[in-house]
């Protein structure tokens, strides 16, 4: 699908979807139980769906409502599915439920889209291969299969992604013995603090170092049943936050919540440190610019999905803007360091690509036909990127958007988006 965008002003109000976080962190759980479990208002995308198809295969039951999914868990014996669980382009689904399914006696077969077919999984099956798994894979990543048994003990991960290390925390406790994990290092922090909030609310114990980098997790625990509200998700508030700030003429973001753990609640703060005015309440206004956004350095460590929309809106800056301390970005659903630097250059930005960032020269852009290559956030800030460019922009393979945010069209149409679908 191909979306056409041209220059427009947007005005009123959204509220946005449910986190692909906490819904994907919420099935897992659910899951893991032995009991029925009830999700309100969660992300409802392609991502989610995915992961709840396979948690189906894996034994649970599952009810789907309007307004919530229940489901009841099979206490961590998962039925054979007899078949290879399709992912999708669900990282998160995908690396989560490796550990789960590891814990099976049987061998359980994953794989995904061309793009979940790139990413890493290596240091995740390290990481279970000396708690006992057996893996196999061709190149460390998918398609692969899982076995276990497991044994409780010492491992060791790969801290590039803090999905690893979630997948891990989730899935100890459940074993036998007890268990101790060590990095070296640990990208992503915000994301195992959403992961910790999930722990903390289900009574499931660890010990951690102040550094997140030293675990210890107790042995012999399960996961009760619960019921829990979906946040609001900030990783997705990002899109029309910028649209806002640099194309809108007063928007109001409903039901956010920052007393919430997502680390993408620091994107406000940065879009204010580049100038745009944020009115703060119950319910946030981004007012009216005065003036165009400042050029600043920004670390992006802690907030990696972040840096295509924070491309967008440095490109449309006065004055340099450093995007820095994301070498993660490069190993998400696309290189995103590559992919954004290669497309905005399309629209005329001057960029210069760094190993773990981009440094980009702000100004103005032009209309042009540009790429999602698949991904979703690419395709969501390329749109939001047209609002403001001179002449019509066209994003090839915009469909990608609905990996997440799967009302990102009608909803920015709703608020005067000039988006059009052409076919």
Known sequence: ????????RIRGEIAVSGSKSHTIRGIIAALASSGTSRLIAPLKSDDTCSALNAAK???????????????????????NPGHTLDLGNSGTGLRMLTSFCARQ???????????????????????LTLLGCEIESTNGKCPFSVEGPLRGGKTRVDGTTSQFLTSLLFM????????????DFLNEKPYIDVTLSWLDSLGISYQKSDDY????????????PFRKVIPADFSTAAFPLCAAAIAGDEVTIRNLD????QGDKKVFDFFEQMGAKIVHGT??????????????SIDL???????????????????????????????KETDRIAVMTSELRKMGAVIEELPDGMIIQGGSLCGAEVSSHFDHRIAMALSVAGLSARGETVIDHAEAASVTYPEFIPDFQKLGADFAILN
């Open 172 to 183: 100890l406790p459940t074993l036998t013995e007890d268990s101790t994990i060590e990095l």
């Open 213 to 224: 980098l030293h675990w210890s997790i107790p042995g012999g625990q399960t996961f009760p």
């Open 105 to 127: 006696n049987f061998p359980i077969r994953f794989d995904g889209d061309e793009s979940l077919r790139s990413r890493l999984m290596a240091g995740l099956f390290d990481a």
């Open 1 to 8: 699908m191909k979306l056409r965008v041209r220059p427009s």
């Open 258 to 261: 920052f007393s919430d753990a």
């Open 301 to 331: 460590n802690a907030t990696p999905d972040a840096l295509p929309i924070m491309a967008v809106a440095a490109a449309l800056a006065e004055g340099e803007t450093r995007l820095l301390n994301v070498p993660q970005a490069r190993v």
């Open 57 to 79: 295969a894996l034994g649970a039951k599952i009810t789907e409502a309007d307004e919530f999914w229940e489901i009841t868990g099979t206490g961590g014996v998962f039925t």
């Open 283 to 296: 319910e946030l206004t981004i007012a009216p610019a005065t003036r165009k956004l400042q050029g600043r």
